[in-house]
T-cell receptor, first 116, second 113 residues
Framework: GAVVSQHPSWVICKSGTSVKIECRSL??????MFWYRQFPKQSLMLMAT?????????EQGVEKDKFLINHASLTLSTLTVTSAHPEDSSFYIC????????????FGQGTRLTVV | GENVEQHPSTLSVQEGDSAVIKCTYS??????FPWYKQELGKRPQLIID?????GEKKDQRIAVTLNKTAKHFSLHITETQPEDSAVYFC????????????FGKGTTLSVSS
């Protein structure tokens, strides 16, 4: 399958600071990228969908000014958690795919964010 | 939007037994149903998937069945082994380009030897 790499794998930041997470498709051009959040022992909750050439579409309840998503190129998407608070501590996972694959997408390895 | 329900939330079996996890979905337009296995702190791994034009798919010890009329699909694992212990998630999607997977809440499978 296609390879998606996420960086960093884990990060600790102080409350009130911002942190950026990168998601890269290494061997294909991703026309669509998705960001999910997973709290401990819970499911993957879709945060936003980013399609080529358009702004990210956020799910209901996800603050777009707090979780900034940039689909900078066909191989890179970034998620910036602004003014992070302890309740933002979670596992963030991206997935990437291409239009012609339908919804088949490949996951990054995830980023464990801890806000202290 | 799509809503996926998954049962049971936890499942404990003896090594060698079979395990069945069931999911229901709400959107009749959904036509892609993957299953993922996730180990602690790692990314979900696709283990099998099925599309709406088939009713059953099998890959060695793993099989998935789909009933579109009833809007439910199931994962069957036979001859379970301790290394099958993990969290399993079902998901559903319309299959349209650019649409995301919607996940069930997960099932923690424990296989004891």
């Amino acid at each position: 399958g296609a390879v998606v790499s996420q960086h960093p794998s884990w990060v600790i930041c102080k409350s009130g600071t911002s942190v950026k997470i990168e998601c890269r498709s290494l061997d294909f051009q991703a026309t669509t990228m998705f960001w999910y959040r997973q709290f401990p022992k819970q499911s993957l909750m879709l945060m936003a969908t980013s399609n080529e050439g358009s702004k990210a579409t956020y799910e209901q309840g996800v603050e777009k000014d707090k979780f900034l998503i940039n689909h900078a190129s066909l191989t890179l998407s970034t998620l910036t958690v602004t003014s992070a608070h302890p309740e933002d501590s979670s596992f963030y996972i991206c997935s990437a795919g291409r239009f012609e694959w339908g919804t088949e997408a490949f996951f990054g390895q995830g980023t464990r964010l801890t806000v202290v | 939007g799509e809503n996926v329900e998954q049962h049971p939330s936890t499942l404990s079996v003896q090594e060698g037994d079979s395990a069945v996890i069931k999911c229901t979905y709400s959107d009749s337009a959904s036509n892609y149903f993957p299953w993922y296995k996730q180990e602690l702190g790692k990314r979900p791994q696709l283990i099998i998937d099925i599309r709406s034009n088939v009713g059953e798919k099998k890959d060695q010890r793993i099989a998935v069945t789909l009933n579109k009329t009833a809007k439910h699909f199931s994962l069957h694992i036979t001859e379970t082994q301790p290394e099958d212990s993990a969290v399993y998630f079902c998901a559903a999607s319309s299959g349209q380009a650019g649409t995301a997977l919607i996940f069930g809440k997960g099932t923690t499978l424990s296989v004891s030897s």
